[in-house]
Structures are given as structure tokens and as C-alpha cells.
């Protein structure tokens, strides 16, 4: 079936350093990949996606970036900052259905 | 803006027990869905629905059942609940897809 692997588990960055999650999938019908953001006690949001006629999108400090033919997509966040910590999902969708990866948490440290 | 509420935001249950969870959405979206969230475990789909009237199953369905009568509403049931579905429960909605999924804040729910 359809799966989305997502590494690492934990990150920890220095505030002003740079964040990187990685994320593989199965499915090669998926053609849209979003990221969300998950602070705590709240739902998911939504903080970038990108769809597979890209190879890169950026909105200010995050960007993603997606590579078909390797089934990976990276999110990449530059000039940390403590409201960056949270936990991160990525997420691939073919038709219908949207699977996410186990999800990433990410600490800014002082 | 509402967007998706979900109602109740607790719940304690008794083993055997069943209970509903209901989801309601204000953007007129075709798409909702139902997940559960667990430590280390991510968002895993229960299951979804394309439209008024129609279901399906996802990745974990055993143990729950949903419906769809009205567009706005889906509503996840636990006929008799037990500790394995100890479990943050969040529904989501979108307009179609694939496109932008929109989150509620969950139903914590602790079955003892």
C-alpha cells in the first residue's frame, strides 16, 4: 500500500542555523505534497506544498523540494527561530487519499 | 470563520462503551476525513468520504464507522470502544483533490 517515510525523527538546530526534513514515498500516482506544521494542542496546518510538474518552491524562509524520479521531497527551513519548533508532517496524495510520514519534531535551541 | 469544529474536545470512555465524534465544516468541501494521531505513529487515515452519502475505508478502519448524510457533517462512531483506541482523533476537510487539507483541533479521547 501507500507509504511515506520521514526522517529524522527529532531535530534539533541552533536558532539562526538551518533545518532539513527529508521524505520518501511508494505511491507513484502521488503528484501533490504538502507540508504541515503542528504546534502543540492544535490540528495540522498547512505551510507549503508543491506539485509534481516542480522541482522547487520557496515561500520566504521555508522551500521545498521535490525529485520524482527518486521519490523524495525535502523541506528546508533557513534562519531558524523559536516559533519554528513544532512537529513537522509531510504528506503525499495521489487521487484521493492523503498519507502522511510519522512526522519529525523540531526544537530551536537558545 | 469556523472552518472545522470538532465536537467534544475530551472524552473519557468506559471499555465497551460507544460514543460519536462529530465534525462539522462551514467551507462547503467535498472531501473529509477522519485520523488518528498517536505518539510516534503520525496521522493515519480511518477513513474518508468523497462526498454526501459516500464512505470508504483507510488505513486503520477496524473498530469504527462513519457517515456522511449531510455535506457539512461527518461523524466517526466507536460501536464499543476499547484501549487500543486510547488516541488524539482529528477530521480534516478539502474541496477536492489534491489540494489543501483543513485541520480541526481534535478529540483527545482516553478509553479506560
Known amino acids: 500500500g501507500e507509504n511515506v517515510e520521514q526522517h529524522p525523527s527529532t531535530l534539533s538546530v541552533q536558532e539562526g542555523d538551518s533545518a532539513v526534513i527529508k521524505c520518501t514515498y511508494s505511491?507513484?500516482?502521488?503528484?501533490?505534497f504538502p507540508w504541515y506544521k503542528q504546534e502543540l494542542g492544535k490540528g495540522p496546518q498547512l505551510i507549503i506544498d508543491i506539485r509534481s510538474n516542480v522541482g522547487e518552491k520557496k515561500d520566504q524562509r521555508i522551500a521545498v523540494t521535490l525529485n520524482k524520479t527518486a521519490k523524495h521531497f525535502s523541506l528546508h527551513i533557513t534562519e531558524t527561530q523559536p516559533e519554528d519548533s513544532a512537529v513537522y508532517f509531510c504528506?503525499?496524495?495521489?487521487?484521493?487519499?492523503?498519507?502522511f510520514g510519522k512526522g519529525t519534531r523540531l526544537h530551536i535551541l537558545p | 470563520n469556523a472552518g472545522v469544529t470538532q465536537t467534544p474536545k475530551f472524552r473519557v470512555l468506559k471499555t465497551g462503551q460507544s460514543m460519536t465524534l462529530l465534525c462539522a465544516q462551514d467551507m462547503n468541501h467535498e472531501y473529509m476525513y477522519w485520523y488518528r494521531q498517536d505518539p510516534g505513529m503520525g496521522l493515519r487515515l480511518i477513513h474518508y468520504s468523497v462526498g454526501e452519502g459516500t464512505t470508504a475505508k483507510g488505513e486503520v478502519p477496524d473498530g469504527y464507522n462513519v457517515s456522511r448524510l449531510k455535506k457539512q457533517n461527518f461523524l466517526l462512531g466507536l460501536e464499543s470502544a476499547a484501549p487500543s483506541q486510547t488516541s488524539v482523533y482529528f477530521c480534516a476537510s478539502s474541496p477536492g483533490s489534491p489540494t489543501e487539507a483543513f485541520f480541526g483541533q481534535g478529540t483527545r479521547l482516553t478509553v479506560v
Open positions: 505511491d507513484s500516482a502521488s503528484n501533490y
Open positions: 504528506a503525499a496524495v495521489g487521487s484521493i487519499k492523503i498519507i
